[in-house]
């Protein structure tokens, strides 16, 4: 993994979940009943249909919220504060990890699908919350999610990134197809690689990778 890859990047843009915290935390879990219950509740189907339309809208918009709002018009507000209000007390701070983003040269922000008070109960929980010069939610993009390009453009115009001059560290693969075609530099953060034309890199460890592009391993 050549450090010079990365030499012309000044902004270095995360992902949360599933990125700034390993997967085996399974926050997802939580957030998925929580969903589940929401489009219950409010759409008024039965249990299964809910979980059906809770994943069909996640994989068809990028989101649930996205797809509740296409088709059914929902306030996105309630939805993101119901479906994030979960446990976080199994979470750990992770030094190794807050000493590695700190030492990045340049800005450092958080994108996140979530919301930003959200993403900030996480940061916190991790022992992050002071590392990132901007925690942005999906709040902040109009409620339009990850990976649809428009939405990374109106988080990267309020910021102020050059795509050029940035990298993205994502577990998802699909969010990073738009940040690669805006010329951005790729990591995808997961426990199986997944190789595609839009990844520069993949790792499983994210402390490590960044502790190699310092040249400290």
């Known amino acids: ?9 000044d902004t270095w843009v995360f992902d949360l979940d599933n990125t700034l915290y390993h997967p085996s935390a399974r926050l997802f879990d939580q957030i998925e009943v929580k969903m589940t219950d929401w489009v219950q509740d ?30 059914h018009d929902v306030d996105p507000d309630p939805y993101l504060h119901a479906v994030h209000e979960i446990d976080l007390s199994h979470l750990t701070k992770d030094p190794g990890l807050a000493a590695e983003i700190s030492d990045l040269p340049g800005r450092k922000i958080v994108y996140t699908n979530g919301s930003r008070p959200y993403a900030q109960r996480v940061l916190a929980a991790r022992g992050l919350s ?26 990267f115009t309020q910021d102020g990134v050059t795509p050029s001059q940035a990298a993205m560290f994502e577990d998802d693969p699909r969010n ?5 075609a805006m010329g951005m530099r790729t990591v995808h953060v997961a426990d199986d690689a997944q190789p595609a034309d839009h ?10 990778f960044l502790k190699r592009l310092r040249g400290a391993e």
């Open 1 to 9: 993994m050549p450090r010079q890859n990365f030499t012309h990047v």
């Open 42 to 71: 409010v759409l008024g189907v039965e249990r299964d249909r809910a979980n059906h339309l809770r994943h069909h809208y996640w994989q068809t918009y990028g989101t649930t919220l996205a797809g509740l709002m296409a088709e």
């Open 130 to 155: 002071d590392l990132f010069d901007a925690v942005y939610g999906v709040e902040h993009a109009q409620y339009r999610p990850k990976p649809d390009r428009a939405a990374f453009e109106a988080i």
């Open 176 to 180: 990073l197809k738009a940040p690669h």
């Open 199 to 208: 990844i520069h890199h993949h790792t499983d460890d994210l402390t490590g």
